[in-house]
């Protein structure tokens, strides 16, 4: 099982990256995925949750209106697209999976986690 996270990078304040996890050694199309970041000295935070249809989706306060999540099931891919980056989105970015919406919200318990991508936003 591996979640691999890619897409990370420094940028800039106001520009946009995005973020893939490709999902292997499961069935990703029937499991719900999220993204979760840490920031230094910070607690491990949601950004978004999507079921495992992507049909719904849930969104973190701090990033609401600034991010996407969509989920391609037929790459066993999870993507978060994020535009008008803050300095406060710099924190090291995490996809997982769960066999349950609950375990991709913020809270949960996902069943697999994914390495994390380092995203750096300079003001």
């Known amino acids: 099982v591996q979640l691999q996270a890619s897409g990370g990078g420094a940028v800039q304040a106001g520009d946009s990256l995005r973020l893939s996890c490709v999902a292997s050694?499961?069935?990703?199309?029937?499991?719900?995925a999220g993204w979760f970041r840490e920031a230094p000295g910070k607690e491990r935070e949601l950004v978004a949750a999507?079921?495992?249809?992507?049909?719904?989706?849930e969104y973190g306060d701090s990033v609401k209106g600034r991010v996407t999540i969509s989920k391609d099931n037929t790459k066993n891919t999870v993507y978060l697209q994020m535009n008008s980056l803050k300095p406060e989105d710099t924190a090291v970015y995490y996809c997982?999976?769960?066999?349950?919406?609950?375990?991709?919200?913020?809270?949960?318990?996902?069943?697999?986690w994914g390495r994390g991508t380092l995203v750096t936003v300079s003001s």
């Open positions: 997982a999976a769960a066999k349950n919406f609950r375990g991709v919200l913020s809270g949960g318990r996902p069943d697999y």
């Open positions: 999507i079921s495992w249809s992507g049909n719904t989706t």
């Open positions: 050694g499961f069935n990703f199309g029937l499991f719900y």
